[in-house]
């Protein structure tokens, strides 16, 4: 349809439907953008963990880069598991090109392990990340594990994620978002410009079905971002839809389930119906 928005999600593929491009295809769709891919890897994983990862070919990924930039065009762009230099490598070189005659709104999601610990990027690919992609995003969105690895500190309170957030700006990106979810008390999340520090908070959720929360959450900024949101408006509007999605997910499986992205629509048509 004419105006219809457009994200693209370069990411692994969850078997299990809970994360990765999966999840970021479901938030792009319920959010009313339209989702490309390019898958970096197949993963055979459930909620219980990952028994196996096969990384796609360096140069298909790259064919199916240069397919989807050169026809769909897309309005924002995520990126999540890369699993290798290779990969990361040839992801850096096409946004790069991308960019010289296009607007990059680009998120990065910098996966490293997945909810249950399992390796998801090999080591020597976060050289590559940090110095190649870091420069051309809009904002990097580590967790509190991520962030410790990437600022070189032990990150367990607001105060350490100013800091940190500071030390991972050095590395390039326009902006830092460190995502405090793991936080002891009340979940909050640090967006640092260079400048100033914005925090945005939500009270703590207890549950443990918090599977994709990390990929939900990118992929809903960069929806937000492709329909003209400032990237604070899109922070807080996808801490809301990330929330909800927390707050609504279940069971599946025997493990750690995932969110349910579909649960900030329920719950705006419930605030909807008590009016």
Known sequence: MPGTR???TIAGSDSGGGAGIQADIKTITLLGAYASSVITAVTAQNTVGVQAIHAVPADIVAMQLDSVLSDIHPNAIKTGMLCNAEI???VAERLRRYKEGNDLILIVDPVMYSKGGAL??????????????????TVVTPNL?????LAGMAVDSIGTMHEAAERIFELGPQNVLVKGGHLSQEAVDVLYDGHQFSEFFAPRIQTPHTHGTGCTFSAAIAAF???GDDLPTAVAAAKEFISAAIETAFPIGSGIGPVNPYG????AEEEGDTK
């Not at 594990?145 to 690895?149: G, V």
């Open 6 to 8: 457009k994200v693209l």
């Open 145 to 149: 594990a991520e962030t410790s690895e």
């Open 88 to 90: 990361a490598h040839v």
């Open 264 to 267: 900030a629509l329920l719950s």
């Open 120 to 137: 998801l990027l090999e080591e020597k690919a976060h050289g590559v990340i940090v110095k190649e992609i870091f420069p051309l995003a």
């Open 225 to 227: 971002m492709a329909f």
